[in-house]
């Protein structure tokens, strides 16, 4: 049985950073790429950043791309994103996800397993 289980979320003002990771467990953590997408109230699911199996390759949505950084440590069956600069428009819920392949995806559609999602709340 698959699991993501997701943790590092919370309150922070703006300006400030905070790193969420994602535990996997069930699945052969190194050959998956991981994801990381984002849900605001009344809003779609949306991209945030990808990685690929081996951490060599990465992509990140235009608004977070040169605040955010995504991240995987294969020996812990973990990934992370590090978020800095936060920004009130970043409120969210933050979910980890897995695709059934190696390689990056940044679709929601292309993802399989998906973590419970962690509240991440930016105040100005």
């Known amino acids: 049985q698959v699991q993501l289980v997701e943790s590092g979320g919370g309150w922070v003002q703006t300006g400030g950073s905070l790193r969420l990771s994602c535990a996997a467990s069930g699945l052969t953590f190194s050959t998956y790429a991981m994801g990381w997408f984002r849900q605001a109230p009344g809003k779609e699911r949306e991209f945030v950043a990808a990685i690929d199996w081996s951490g060599g390759t990465t992509n990140a949505s235009d608004s977070v791309k040169a605040r955010f950084t995504i991240s995987r440590d294969n020996a812990k069956n973990t990934v992370y994103l590090q978020m800095n600069n936060l920004k009130p428009e970043d409120t969210a819920v933050y979910y980890c996800?897995?695709?059934?392949?190696?390689?990056?995806?940044?679709?929601?559609?292309?993802?399989?397993?998906w973590g419970q999602g962690i509240q991440v709340t930016v105040s100005s």
């Open positions: 996800a897995a695709p059934i392949t190696k390689y990056l995806r940044t679709r929601v559609e292309n993802y399989h397993f």
